[in-house]
């Protein structure tokens, strides 16, 4: 089956600068990459995705990257703000499901 | 729409006993996943259903777990005999088309099980 791996777990980051998630899966066939936002107490939320034809999708200040032949994916947000402060879960697709990473821990410093 | 809705939003059981947990997907989507989140395991795939059929059951931990979708607007997620490590909370999605879209999650049922 498929894994993701997730790094770091937590990110403590001053507001205005930027903040790098990064994914790592381990299945070839999987072809879709979505990234969810989880808030405290809160359902996880779809932020941004990309599918293996694309090699970066950008929206506003976050930006996804994916590196098929290395298999790995990765998460930008610029220009933080306290409201980014939430828990960042990667997930890798294949044909068959949806497998999340650990999660990322953000916090914006003001 | 509503969303996806779960009922109940939380819940505190003896250990035990009987838990059932609801989701109501969106109308219209054809796929409807069942997940588990914990601190120790993060956010786990226990079932998913396409068409209102049980396509992947691997994720579900052992028997006592069970799940079933009679239409296609309700979905129920069983735990007999619940224990203690059960707590957790349970999230539903669904999702349209392949499964390689956009799911959307409901609220989550907080389980408690003492």
């Known amino acids: 089956g498929e894994n993701v791996e997730q790094h770091p777990s937590t990110l403590s980051v001053q507001e205005g600068d930027s903040a790098v998630i990064k994914c790592t899966y381990s299945d070839s066939a999987s072809n879709y990459f979505p990234w969810y936002k989880q808030e405290l107490g809160k359902r996880p939320q779809l932020i941004i995705d990309?599918?293996?034809?694309?090699g970066e999708k950008k929206d506003q200040r976050i930006a996804v990257t994916l590196n098929k032949t290395a298999k790995h994916f990765s998460l930008h947000i610029t220009e933080t703000q306290p409201e980014d402060s939430a828990v960042y879960f990667c997930a890798a697709h294949n044909d068959y499901k949806l497998s999340f990473g650990a999660g990322t821990t953000v916090t914006v410093r003001a | 729409d509503a969303g996806v809705i779960q009922s109940p939003r939380h819940e505190v059981t003896e250990m035990g006993q009987e838990v059932t947990l609801r989701c109501k997907p969106i109308?219209?989507?054809?796929?409807l996943f069942w997940y588990r989140q914990t601190m120790m395991r993060g956010l786990e795939l226990l079932i998913y259903?396409?068409?209102?059929?049980?396509?992947?059951d691997s994720g579900m931990p052992e028997d006592r777990f069970s799940a079933k979708m009679p239409n296609a607007s309700f979905s129920t997620l069983k735990i007999q005999p619940s224990e203690p490590r059960d707590s957790a909370v349970y999230f539903c999605?669904?999702?349209?088309?392949?499964?390689?879209?956009?799911?959307?999650f409901g609220q989550g049922t907080r389980l408690t099980v003492v």
């Open positions: 990309i599918r293996s034809n694309v």
């Open positions: 109308s219209g989507h054809d796929y």
């Open positions: 259903f396409n068409n209102n059929v049980p396509i992947d």
């Open positions: 999605a669904s999702s349209f088309g392949h499964p390689n879209t956009e799911a959307f």
